[in-house]
Structures are given as C-alpha cells and as structure tokens.
C-alpha cells in the first residue's frame, strides 16, 4: 500500500461549486432532502420541547471538553481495561496503519468474508476498499450502507447514509442486485435485505464495527444502532474489530449515561436508541456466546495535531448528525456533493483538518457556509461550529485563497484609510448610479458578475417596487 | 444620552438612507448622536473569509474612530456581532485586546439598544409587514424579539409572522458570491416565504440580506418590498 490515503472520495475532482449545482439540479434529491429535513426537524423540536434539552446540552458539553482535555490519561485508560479484558488494543497513526493491520489480521485468520456494521471511521480510512484490494469480500450490513455499497455511492450523512435516496431508488438499487422484481412497499424491501444479509452474518470470519464511544472506566465499547445488525456483526463472527476514531472516549459511565441519552435525542430526535451494544472483551470462558477475539483500532489520523489548539473543540463531536439536518447548505446540496464521509458543518470543518489543509478539494469545503449558526444551535455538545469554519478557512492554503488574500491585503490597505475609505465608496457608488436602470443593475461586470449570475442588484434604495 | 453611529460599510456604498433614518430615530428619542468621521468599515468581510490579519488592520479604524465610553449603535445585527462576538477573538493577545473588549462590551445593534433603554420611537405607518430574522442578530447575538418588538410599536402596522423565519436567507456574505447557486436558492425560498404572509413589505435589522433577498426576488418574479427597520422607524 502506498501513500496516504485522502479522506475526500477519489471522484471528488470537479470543483465543490460544481457539484453544487449538479446537486441543485436534481429534483428528486431536493424532495427527498427536504422530507428527511423536516421529519428530523420536528422530532427534534418535539424532544426538545419534552426534555430540559438545554441543560442536557451544557453538560454534554462539559463532559465532552473535559473528556478531550484528559484525552490521553483517558485513552490510556481504555487500553489498559480492555487489555485486561481480553481483547487486543492497537494505536493507528494513520488510514494505512489501521487499513494494515485489519487486512493483516484477515490475511493471519484466513478470513475470507468480512461483515461491516456502519462506522463513519472505517468510511474515514477507506477501509473497504483496502479489504478488496487485498482479495477479501466484505459486506456492509446497515441497510443504508448495504444500499449505498450496491449502488457504488457515497453517505451522505453521518447517521442516515442513504437519506438523499428515496424508496422507489433504492428499490431499484436492490432489484439491480437481486434481479428480482421487488414490492414497492417499505416492509416488503427492508424484509428482502434482512434475507439477502443473513447468509451474511451467518458465514462472515471477521465483523467490523465502529465505535461511538469507549467508556474508559471498564473498558467497554459502545455500538449505538437502530437495526440490530450491529449486534450481530460484533457477536457472531469469529473476531469482531472495532475501529474508533481517538476522541471517541468517555471518562466512565456517567458521562456514557448522559451521552447515551442526549445521542438519540439529537441524532434522530427520540429519547432511546433501537439497540445500544455494550461490549466489553471478547467471549470469557463459560460465557454462550460472542467473538473469540476482540480487536480494537484507534485510529488518530490528524486528531491529536489539534489537541491544545483553538480547533480542539471538532474533537468533542459525537457524530450525531444534526448539525447536518439543521444546516440549509447540507439541505440543499446534500451530503454526497461534499465528497468526504463528513458532509455538513462538522465536516467541513473536520475534512481539511483530516485531510491537510493544501488539499485543494477539502479545503473548499469550509466556504461552503454562510455562518448562519444554526449547526451551533443544533449541536448536542455545543460545538461553536461557525466559529470553528471561520478559524478553518483563515489556514487554507489553497491556490483560491492565496489569490483572495491578495484581494483583500488590497482591501484591507484602502479601508484602514477613512480617507481612502471615503474615496472607494464615493467611486462605488459612481459605479452603482451608471450600473443602474430603473433602481436596478440585471448584470454586473468583474467582481459583481457572481452576485448578478443569481440575483439584480437594487442601484436604489429602498428598492423601487416590483411593478 | 449619547450614542456615536457605526454607519456600516454597506450602508455607506448601498443605502445612505438607511443610516441617515437611525440617526433620524434615536435623534426624536432624545438620543445626541455623533456619527465618527474617521470610521470606516468593522473588518467583517475579511474576518469570515479567512484573513484575519487584514481584518484587523481595518478594525483597529473601528477601534480609533469608536474611542470613548459612548455606546456604539449599528444599524446591522451582523456588524454588531462581529464587534461583540468577533472582535474579542480577532485581537486576542493584541495590543489593543482591552480596548476592543470594552467596544464590544458598549455596542449594540439599533433594535437592541432601542429596547435595552425603552425608547420610544413615536413611528407611525400603514398596512402589513413580515420580519426576517437575520442569523446573526438572532443566534450570535441571541436576539429574536427587539427587532419585532420595535415593528409592534410602529402605530398602524400589522406584524405577520412567515414560515421558517429561523432559517437563513443564504446571504453570508462572500458566500454570496462563492456559491452563488446555493445562496440564491436559500434567497428564493426566503423569499417566497416572506411573499406568501402576505405582507406588504418584508423588514429586517440587516441591509445585506435585504439587499439579497430582494435582488433575488426581483430575479425570480417574487413580488416583494424590502425596507430596513430604520426606515420604517424614521416614517
Ligand atoms: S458537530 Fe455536533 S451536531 Fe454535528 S455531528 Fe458532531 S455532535 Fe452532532
């Protein structure tokens, strides 16, 4: 294996304002985002309403930054316990080190069949494309991601990856691979998969799951799911492996009560998770079931080089999603446009700080916002995910931004001079009145031509009236 | 009471009017205003685009030309936030951190300050009006009712509330023009909203997305008069 591996998705080489509008274009992705929206969007306000969900905020908030400020005494800890557990922990400095040593343990067990549960990590670290390349076959068992692993997509959203398909898509997709005729009806498609996944489960070596949080207290890791699949990837297989991003570590089992409840509350708006595995060590002697052997990969992967810095805070995202459902960006493009496994306000501020700022397509992501807040808002850890974006783009070091540095290095001489100020405004609206006809300029030249491609520009103001 | 007047760099090239009307308002409620000579713009533009270091060279005018212990009005939720909740980052660890602090500390957006001393405005009109909730008035700054509360007290004008009011009007600034596809779509839908009320007119404490939503009305054949609060105020 060679390189590292990008965390922007291979296809990703068309500019993000391109693909925007591609997204844009597709009305049916439009209807389907628009539903998934609202539908998250009034079962959140329906919990919240329910809960004391801004007091539940602040202490999710609380655990998490004390949580990431202890990080490595924490993480330490985990190790320890669930060595003593039994199971069997590695460090992962990077995508090829965690891809390595799970293609490696494979190649030493003579697996042949890997099952995945969804893990937003392994999407992270490409991991199944590194299983294939290294002969194995490897089936993902969350619907969403079955569906998407058929049809050669992307997610597009952190806990819902297959939102922007609606079901008439995705019962094409699954006749595609059955070359059945399918019901059109929800039941009848999600009994069809069950089926087609159990032979699955019943003959995979290795199940694959991710982390959503370690409980360093006892050593146990946490699997929260609403498909029950996951319980049966982390049990049934001979080795389960467990690949968890760094951050994901909790103190004890306080915290992981708080952060259990407040997940589901912001994830999918209901006050209980369907499944919450919690596991800890592979089988014990006299225990009926569960793996033989436990592996967990923690993987870094750029997260420690932002420990003590002023982007510490993306670290105490616990991957619900919601700030994905509440941001009208990701609302209306979708998160596949985004090309990276993290869409919406938190990736786009994560996948450069993964990635590498010289990324020239992950460092476009963090523009992509129009700081409205509402991601903050959201946000069940209080992640100030505007201020975040900001800080983000003041260390791109693409080509783009380089070039508006020097745009504004101008601006910024011409405007701390009021008299220079004075000067340029006087000229603008020089500019304004000859632009204008009737109140209103329909096409702008240079710097303006972006504003007019969408919208006239009022030359007057107030506006003159619609006639 | 004393106030000085951040005029606002996009009043200054877009709307006079709109900062000639603030003055105008807190002038009749009794407010001496001065309006700085030496200002220029608060440094916001450069500050969300990732160029924190030409931002603070703009802002520290901000700092010179707003020196005092007045408070600092802004007809602009947005530049009110970037004074409030901005500048404090932009000059951490700056010479000029303790100044800045205390301009923040001391300036409001028009509605807010407007509220906060109970001023009354003696604002009469006609007909209907709907009010956008700009994002950063609303969730930086953490304000949702001044704004309104000044358009209930305007004598003869009815408040209609439209769908979505919490949801962005897809301005953002160089966002605008970045991404010009996403933010007119977010126009266009605000738009619709603030048409389907009814109103006679949409209203709002930031010129910018005015200027958007309007423009981007006027592209898509959404009938739709925009005025800024001042405006409406002044009478
Ligand atoms: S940043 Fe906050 S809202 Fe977004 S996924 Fe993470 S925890 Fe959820």
């Known amino acids: 294996m060679s390189g590292r591996r990008p965390v922007v998705y291979s296809d990703t080489t068309a500019p993000l304002r391109e693909r925007t509008r591609e997204a844009l274009a597709d009305d049916a992705l439009a209807a389907n985002l628009r539903a998934a929206g609202a539908s998250w969007g009034a079962a959140r306000t329906r919990i919240s309403a329910e809960n004391p969900f801004a007091e539940m905020r602040a202490r999710a908030r609380e655990i998490r930054r004390g949580d990431i400020g202890d990080l490595p005494e924490l993480l330490a800890r985990l190790e320890e316990r669930v060595t003593a557990a039994g199971g069997v922990v590695t460090r992962a400095a990077d995508a090829d080190a965690a891809c390595r040593y799970i293609t490696d343990l494979a190649a030493a067990r003579g697996a042949t069949l890997v099952a995945k549960s969804k893990s937003m990590a392994t999407e992270e670290i490409k991991l199944n494309e590194a299983i294939e390349e290294s002969g194995l076959r490897v089936v993902e068992t969350d619907l969403g991601e079955w569906i998407l692993q058929l049809a050669g997509q992307h997610p597009s959203h952190i806990v819902a990856p297959a939102v922007h398909l609606n079901k008439e898509q995705v019962r094409q997709v699954l006749m595609a691979e059955s070359g ?9 498609l999600v009994a069809h998969a069950r089926t087609r996944l159990r032979e699955v489960f019943a003959s995979a070596d290795i199940g694959i799951s991710g982390v959503n949080f370690g409980v360093a207290e006892t050593g146990t890791i946490c699997v929260v799911e609403n498909e029950g699949n996951a319980r049966l990837v982390t049990a049934l297989p001979r080795i389960h492996v467990a690949v968890m991003g760094m951050e994901r570590v909790v103190r004890d089992w306080d915290e992981a009560a708080h952060i259990l409840q407040i997940l589901p509350m912001a994830a999918i708006g209901d006050d209980a998770a369907g499944y919450v595995n919690l596991i800890t060590g592979p089988r014990a002697p006299g225990e009926a079931d569960g793996p033989e052997e436990l592996h967990l990969v923690i993987l870094d992967g750029g997260r420690s080089a932002l420990l003590g810095t002023d982007l510490e805070e993306a670290l105490d995202c616990i991957r619900c999603g919601a700030c994905l459902y509440s941001c009208p960006m990701w609302r209306s493009v979708g998160g596949q446009a985004y090309g990276s496994p993290y869409s919406g306000p938190i990736g786009s501020v994560l996948t450069p700080l993964l990635e590498g700022m010289e990324g020239e397509r992950s460092s476009e992501l963090p523009f992509m916002s129009s700081l409205c807040g509402s991601c903050h808002d959201a946000c069940p850890v209080g992640i100030p995910l505007h201020d975040l974006l900001v800080r983000v783009r003041a260390r791109v070091t693409t080509t783009a931004h380089r070039r508006d540095r020097a745009r504004f290095r101008l601006w910024s001489r011409a405007w701390s001079n009021p008299a220079a100020y004075r000067l340029s405004v006087a000229m603008a609206r020089i500019g304004l009145r000859l632009a204008g006809r009737r109140g209103w300029a329909r096409r702008l030249p240079g710097p303006g031509a972006e504003w007019t491609s969408q919208r006239d520009l009022p030359t007057r103001w107030p506006p003159t009236p619609p006639r | 009471m004393r106030a000085m007047l951040m005029r606002t760099c996009l009043s200054d090239v877009m709307a ?71 500048y404090p980052e932009l000059f951490a660890g700056q010479p000029e951190e303790e100044a800045a602090l205390a301009m923040a500390g001391r300036t409001r957006e028009f509605t807010q300050f407007l509220a906060e001393h109970g001023l009354d405005t003696g604002a009469r009109g006609s007909g209907s009006a709907t009010y956008h909730d700009s994002c950063h008035m609303l969730r930086l700054l953490g304000e949702r009712e001044s704004g309104r509360a000044a358009l209930r007290a305007v004598e003869g004008v009815e408040l209609r509330e439209m769908e979505a009011t919490d949801v962005c009007c897809g301005f953002g600034g160089t966002f605008s023009v970045n991404f010009p596809e996403v933010s007119g779509r977010l126009g266009e839908e605000k738009a619709r909203h603030a048409a389907a009320t009814g109103a006679d007119e949409l209203i709002a404490c930031d010129l910018s997305c005015l200027m958007h939503i309007a423009g981007r009305a006027r592209r898509t054949g959404v009938p739709l008069r925009v005025r800024h609060i001042a405006e409406v105020l002044a009478g």
């Open chain 1, 180 to 188: 059945w005729e399918l019901p059109t009806d929800r039941e009848a």
């Open chain 2, 16 to 86: 006079p009017s709109v900062w000639r009307a603030t003055r105008t308002v807190l002038e009749r409620a009794g407010v001496e205003v001065s309006v700085p000579r030496r200002q220029t713009c608060c440094g916001q533009p450069g500050w969300s685009s990732g160029h924190p270091d030409q931002a603070r060279r703009v802002a520290r005018t901000a700092l010179a030309a707003f020196a005092g212990d007045d408070p600092v009005v802004v007809p602009s939720g947005s530049c009110a936030a970037m004074v409030r909740h901005g």
